[in-house]
């Protein structure tokens, strides 16, 4: 990045660190040294999401390997900041820091929901795997022509499937019964969507919104005023920081990942002064236009291999319904076809979900350890005092 292209912070941090030389021209050693830290933070952060958009082409983008990704620099920047808290936790108790560093706190602790939601979601995707590996064993066979109890066990998983990646509002009109119209010939077959539906209930309350999550993390999030970040000697533009990747980071979870009540519209901007800003910026808009693309536009997640599946499946569906099925004619090819492609992206969930499922997790405890540590280290100062 161009030297000329300094961020905003970095300005207001020299602002602070002249008038202090002014003030007493003996006086250097504290606010020099906390203005490298917090610097350094900032061109990292720009630096994770430079690579990350570098990285981001449209074969790529909202992967279980790239999102993968984005997790492990979140994790970075995040020990970093706690790092950065934990060195300078006795300014946190003097205003405005008091205020800035209890907000984002209680930011944090929306994104623990979120990230709770996000292994419900992780979790129906393993049920999908289940289902999946039942119409690949049962269609990846020779030349011989499928009976009539095989295409039958194919097809209920294929319906348990096309049901359990409704995105939620779908399953909930009647758009469920139009979309397996050709399946549900009989009134136990409808019976058992219903109950399917049931059985894949979500661990949070059914009031709980991921929409609204998100909206509360992001709610008044503002760039600091300029008073604030002199008088934190910057930390203020730290915890904006870290606050808008936290928000970010959920928001890309939420769009990839089923989850009740997702939704992508929460709305937020981030000043293109900081060095990391234009980034984030552009995978939002990256993520937005993916959202927008006429196949994805109800469907339950963002991510690659949902989609995958999903056309995958949807495919194999209307071969195997139709009259005359054979895999010996010309649909019996598409289908050897579309199953092989359907292998291949059951392959990547294998690999790919419980190593996403871990580094959820570890953000989940990460967040909780940096806040734990904190109020701890706050407490034991006010104590002393």
Not at 21 to 40: G, N, R
Not at 260 to 270: K, N
Not at 308 to 321: A, C, F, G, K, N
Not at 343 to 354: D, R
Request: glycine letters at 4%; charged letters at 25%; hydrophobic letters at 40%.
């Amino acid at each position: 990045m161009p030297e000329t292209e300094y961020s905003f912070g970095r300005s207001l941090l020299s602002l602070r660190r002249d008038q202090a030389h002014l003030m007493d021209p003996m006086a250097v050693p504290e606010p020099i040294s906390m203005e490298v830290e917090l610097d350094s933070f900032q061109r990292q952060v720009a630096e994770k999401f430079i690579d990350l958009n570098a990285s981001a082409a449209e074969d790529e983008l909202i992967s279980l390997e790239w999102i993968g990704k984005l997790l492990d620099s979140f994790l970075c920047c995040q020990e970093d900041f706690r790092v950065i808290i934990f060195n300078h936790k006795s300014q946190l108790l003097k205003h405005p820091m008091d205020r800035l560093i209890e907000d984002y706190f209680e930011r944090s602790v929306k994104a623990l929901d979120v990230c709770n939601a996000i292994r419900d979601g992780i979790e129906k995707i393993g049920q999908w795997q289940k289902l999946i590996e039942i119409i690949i064993s049962t269609l990846d066979t020779s030349e011989r022509q499928l009976d009539e109890g095989e295409i039958n066990r194919a097809k209920k998983a294929l319906i348990d499937l096309a049901i359990g990646m409704l995105d939620e509002k779908e399953s909930n009109s009647n758009a469920l019964a139009q979309r397996n119209r050709s399946f549900a010939r009989n009134k136990d077959n409808q019976n058992s969507i219903g109950g399917y539906v049931r059985s894949l209930s979500w661990s949070v309350s059914r009031s709980w919104s991921a929409a609204r999550q998100l909206q509360g993390i992001g709610n008044n999030l503002a760039t600091p005023r300029g008073s604030d970040v002199m008088a934190s000697n910057g930390l203020a533009l730290t915890v904006y920081t870290m606050t808008s990747i936290l928000l970010f980071v959920m928001w890309v979870l939420v769009a990839a990942i089923p989850c009740q009540d997702r939704g992508l519209q929460v709305h937020f901007y981030f000043p293109r002064h900081f060095q990391w800003a234009v980034p984030v910026m552009s995978l939002h808009d990256k993520i937005i236009g993916e959202s927008k693309k006429r196949d994805k536009k109800k469907a339950c997640g963002l991510l690659r291999e949902i989609n995958q599946i999903e056309r995958s499946s949807r495919m194999l569906s209307e071969l195997i319904d139709s009259d005359n099925f054979s895999l010996t004619n010309e649909k019996g090819l598409e289908v050897k076809e579309i199953v092989q492609e359907l292998m291949q992206v059951s392959e990547a969930v294998k690999e790919g979900l419980n190593p996403f499922d871990r580094k959820v997790r570890e953000v989940f405890h990460q967040i909780v350890r940096s806040r734990t540590e904190a109020l701890d280290s706050l407490g034991k100062i006010q104590n002393q005092e």
